[in-house]
């Protein structure tokens, strides 16, 4: 358990390789929309992002929580069927002290869809009792 | 220009899709030990970092400086002649001060090969002059 906030970076300019129209609500942002109506866990954030430059892999999401956790970056995710996914995998990773969800506990999508990961910015204290 | 420490954070687990014998040295660690040797420009760090799930698409790098920052990662790396790319393109980052390398000056495997990027920590002070 963390005390520090998630951060549910959302790429609001995903086109997910649809045409647009000019006036046309992007797929990003539509995501963005259908996120911002539910019911997130506690100690998590929604945030728009600007392209996170995932394109070919889009609609794209990044999982951000603090000093100590890994930040992951999710694709292929769609408005309408991944919402369950979304809010299960960020509190799961809300959970977590270093961002690694478990395994058997991550979800489907998250197992064969994690687009890139960046480290912690502050390198864990060695567990000196080995 | 930015007095911050830029990382140059190079996977050292990756495989590039070639098989590696047990005792062999990987493809990954082999871009590290090349860039370790090189002279790195005042204010760039040189950081070996575990699997950057970008494993399709490797070697991979990732690029970080800083709360203000945009972090990028860039793949399809190999450790014979992308050695100059990254060392350059490590310089021009580090001379931003949101990350972001103009386009005509980004080195031209920086713009084919990003894999994806992560929003800074802080958002940025508006420019209330308009």
């Known amino acids: 358990m963390t005390d520090q906030t998630t951060e549910l970076l959302v790429c609001i300019k ?3 390789g649809t045409e647009v129209a000019e006036d046309g609500e992007r797929p990003g942002q539509a995501l963005l929309d259908a996120l911002s109506i539910r019911d997130l866990p506690a100690g998590i954030r929604l945030t728009p992002a600007e392209c ?5 892999h889009g609609c794209s999401v990044a999982l ?13 995710l769609h408005e309408a069927s991944h919402l369950d ?3 299960e995998g960020a509190a799961l990773y809300h959970d977590t002290a270093d961002g690694l969800i478990p395994w058997r506990t ?11 990961r960046i480290p912690p910015l502050r390198a864990p ?5 080995g």
């Open 106 to 116: 991550r979800p489907e999508h998250f197992k064969r869809n994690c687009i890139a």
């Open 85 to 87: 996914t979304l809010v």
């Open 52 to 56: 996170l430059q995932n394109c070919d």
């Open 64 to 76: 951000r929580g603090g000093p100590e956790k890994w930040t992951y970056v999710y694709g292929n």
């Open 14 to 16: 995903c086109k997910r």
């Open 125 to 129: 204290v060695p567990n000196l009792k």
